[in-house]
């Protein structure tokens, strides 16, 4: 498989796009985590990867969308951008995700990549603004991979999208990444509608065009138009585990996940201080869907004095390895209205509605499911979580099991109280 992997990536893709994924990508992003472990034991804290939403807008209206994206457009402009990612890469930084919205709605996101060759991006798209001429910027940058989202067949993806022949738009842009051999990559917020695709046959499908990875994200029911009833069980998502631990063993395709370490020991990557997120406001959060902020990219502080100070922030990280190694937002969204109550975190949405959003949520299951851990088969995913991606040590010093609401029950219990300040 490894062979078969090594053989397509010197076969498909552009050799100055192979070097740059893995010069700025590989080598200096293992670089970045190992900054990010001496600074964790110096008791700093700045994140190794950082995830900036450039722009609110988008063309299309999906189910649970937690983005204002209909409302008035704000964009992070590339005066900002180049002083954050300037900021970062003097902590050792050099891998971006790029979020919206839509990231190329944003008029001068390619500029953005083309101002810092020494960094990767990793753009998260719904393929629509991928024209030839852009795959053809892309490749002409080389530091860039979009990561195209497609959420089931023609009929599926329309429901999910809100919008009519997406599928076939979606494909287009993703066509002309691998006609222009930019090497992309293919997601899916895994739901009760479309989780068919966790398949070796759209795995074999995939490999065929010409993808290098792929990811399967699970659905969230968060946002103003949030759809429960699409979640998955918990048996769904553990099926979900179980079959990307096969196919990472199988197939020629790099597979993704940020919800595990290598024993398959749930965890969160905002919690555990590997990421968090920029809003298109310039907010800083603790990941995007969690809309609650105190700090701005904005401060006249230095980014490396707004982390390390940031009160809110550790607060939260501590907060979630607390309670659960899964998605705090889903099992217990009460401690996030706590959270904003003790530290006065603004709401950072334009319909100004995450709290009363949080209050409306029902607890649900997440990644944890203790007893059913699936530890890695494959020895070179399993290396590279047991160095590079695990939970550097949070829950151990964190955790207290005393305090997990075990939610996986086909009626969960009924939500904690919210407790005021001062109570």
């Known amino acids: ?76 402009e590339v005066a900002a951008m180049d002083r954050l990612i300037t900021e970062a890469k003097a902590m050792g930084n050099s891998f971006f995700g790029i979020l919206g919205g839509e990231p190329f709605m944003h008029p001068e996101v390619l500029k953005i990549f083309a101002n810092h060759p020494d960094c990767y991006f990793q753009v998260f798209t719904n393929g629509h603004f991928i024209t030839d001429e852009v795959a053809r910027e892309l490749r002409r940058c080389g530091n860039v991979t979009p990561l195209i989202s ?9 429901e999910r999208r809100g919008r009519e022949h997406v599928y076939s738009q979606t494909m287009q842009g993703l ?9 992309a990559g293919v997601c899916t917020s895994l739901c009760q509608t479309n989780f068919e695709l966790l398949s070796e046959k759209w795995l074999d499908r995939l490999i065929e065009m010409g993808v290098m990875y792929t990811w399967f994200h699970i659905y969230r029911p968060v946002g103003p138009d949030a759809k429960p009833e699409l979640s998955l069980t918990p048996e769904q998502q553990l099926q979900c585990r179980k ?3 096969e196919m990472r063993a199988k197939k020629p395709i790099v597979i993704v996940d940020a919800y595990y370490d290598g024993e398959g020991r749930a965890l969160c990557p905002a919690a555990t201080g590997f990421t968090h997120h920029i809003s298109p406001w310039g907010d800083i959060e603790p990941c995007p869907i969690i809309q609650l902020a105190k700090e701005t990219i904005y401060d006249e502080r230095p980014l490396k004095q707004v982390f390390q ?115």
Request: glycine share 6%; hydrophobic share 40%.
């Open 150 to 158: 497609v959420e089931g067949n023609e009929i599926v993806s329309d």
């Open 243 to 245: 079959f990307v631990v």
């Open 1 to 76: 498989m490894y062979a078969r992997m090594a053989w397509r990536l010197l076969r498909e893709t552009d050799k100055r796009l192979l070097w740059k994924l893995a010069w700025n990508f590989g080598f200096k992003g293992v670089l970045s985590v190992q900054k990010h472990k001496a600074r964790l034991k110096r008791g700093e804290f700045f994140p190794p990867f950082l995830y900036v939403s450039v722009i609110n807008s988008c063309n299309l209206r999906c189910q649970g969308c937690w983005v204002d994206v209909a409302a008035k457009q704000s964009k992070i």
């Open 309 to 423: 100070e940031s009160e809110f922030l550790r607060d939260f990280r501590q907060t979630a390895a607390q309670h659960t190694r899964g998605c705090i937002v889903l099992e217990r969204p009460d401690l996030l209205e706590q959270l904003a109550q003790r530290h006065g975190a603004r709401d950072t949405t334009a319909r100004k509605a995450e709290l009363q959003e949080l209050a409306a949520m029902d607890l649900r299951p997440s990644q944890y499911n203790p007893g059913a851990e699936v530890p890695e088969k494959s020895w070179a995913y399993r290396l590279a979580k047991y160095f590079f991606f695990n939970d550097y040590g949070t829950y151990g010093k964190h955790f207290d099991e005393k305090k997990w609401i075990d939610v996986r029950q086909e009626t969960p219990p009924p939500r904690p109280k919210l407790m005021q300040i001062g109570q």
């Open 175 to 183: 066509q002309n990444c691998l006609k222009h051999k930019v090497m």
